[in-house]
């Protein structure tokens, strides 16, 4: 059974940091693009970042690229998320995410949120950022 099992969220003050953290089990990383999406009350969905160790793909929303760091370890099966100058926009439920690499290399942060398609999510952990 596949489990990803997140922690770290939190209320912050806008320009602190988090650090979220992903606790896989029942998959490896060699097998699953792994990484973050989020959602925020009355929006669509969003993927954050991925990566990939198959070719060590690394992807970035927009919105956070130079402000959000993604990490993983091999041995520990984790995957973490570090977080820099948040703000308000960043608030969100924010989902530990695995997709399979027979669908590419981090498809579904490169798709259409609405056609994201991952294999397995964890249950979220909120992260709020007080302005």
């Known amino acids: 059974e596949v489990q990803l099992v997140e922690s770290g969220g939190g209320l912050v003050q806008a320009g602190g940091s988090l650090r979220l953290s992903c606790a896989a089990s029942?998959?490896?990383?060699?097998?699953?693009?792994i990484g973050w999406f989020r959602q925020a009350p009355g929006k669509e969905r969003e993927g954050v970042a991925c990566?990939?160790?198959?070719?060590?793909?690394?992807y970035y929303a927009d919105s956070v690229k130079g402000r959000f760091t993604i990490s993983v370890d091999n041995a520990k099966n984790t995957v973490d998320l570090q977080m820099k100058s948040l703000n308000p926009e960043d608030t969100a439920v924010y989902y530990c995410?695995?997709?399979?690499?027979?669908?590419?290399?981090?498809?579904?942060?490169?798709?259409?949120?609405?056609?994201?398609?991952?294999?397995?999510w964890g249950q979220g952990t909120q992260v709020t950022v007080a302005s």
């Open positions: 029942g998959l490896s990383f060699d097998d699953y693009s």
């Open positions: 990566f990939a160790s198959i070719d060590d793909t690394t």
């Open positions: 995410v695995a997709e399979d690499l027979d669908k590419g290399e981090c498809t579904a942060w490169y798709i259409d949120p609405s056609q994201a398609d991952a294999d397995y």
